[in-house]
């Protein structure tokens, strides 16, 4: 089984989408998360704190499981989502992982065209109407 963290990092009514590079394998040139795989021994909380540093320098403070998506193509992958409310630091890219980071409304992430996975779209609603 292939677990990955993602964080949507969450922000006044906006969450920042990270642009996946073209050259991925899995869901080139769409929008997602930072975040990736789980390593042998960690926990989800270590993933995503080894993660955001490594993909986007931050540190994350405050933070909570908020979804599990299993992959529409591989059956093998569950992405676990954690909403992160504070963090240390300012985004930014450090690897060649993404392309971009960009902050959206929720409303304006629910309506991209080229988001990595269908089941963000509920999400972004459901996250809207909490008001997160």
Same mark, same amino acid.
């Given at each position: 089984?292939?677990?990955?963290?993602?964080?949507? =990092?969450? #922000?006044?009514?906006?969450?920042?989408?990270?642009?996946?590079?073209? @050259?991925? &394998? $899995?869901?080139?040139?769409?929008?997602?998360?930072?975040?990736?795989?789980?390593?042998?021994?960690?926990?989800?909380?270590?993933? =995503?704190? #080894?993660?955001?540093?490594?993909?986007?320098?931050?540190?994350?403070? @405050?933070? &909570? $499981?908020?979804?599990?998506?299993?992959?529409?193509?591989?059956?093998?992958?569950?992405?676990?989502?954690?909403?992160?409310?504070?963090?240390?630091?300012?985004?930014?890219?450090?690897?060649?992982?993404?392309?971009?980071?960009?902050?959206?409304?929720?409303?304006?992430?629910?309506?991209?065209?080229?988001?990595?996975?269908?089941?963000?779209?509920?999400?972004?609603?459901?996250?809207?109407?909490?008001?997160?």
């Amino acid at each position: 089984m292939r677990q990955i963290v993602n964080a949507l =990092l969450l #922000r006044d009514g906006h969450v920042l989408l990270a642009r996946r590079s073209p @050259t991925r &394998r $899995a869901y080139p040139d769409r929008w997602s998360f930072p975040g990736g795989h789980l390593e042998a021994g960690e926990t989800f909380e270590q993933a =995503l704190r #080894r993660e955001l540093q490594e993909e986007i320098d931050i540190a994350p403070q @405050t933070y &909570r $499981a908020i979804e599990e998506i299993a992959d529409p193509v591989a059956a093998d992958t569950t992405y676990h989502l954690y909403a992160v409310t504070v963090w240390r630091g300012t985004p930014i890219i450090r690897d060649d992982e993404h392309t971009a980071l960009t902050w959206f409304t929720l409303g304006s992430a629910a309506a991209l065209d080229d988001l990595a996975l269908e089941a963000y779209r509920p999400l972004f609603r459901r996250l809207a109407d909490a008001r997160l």
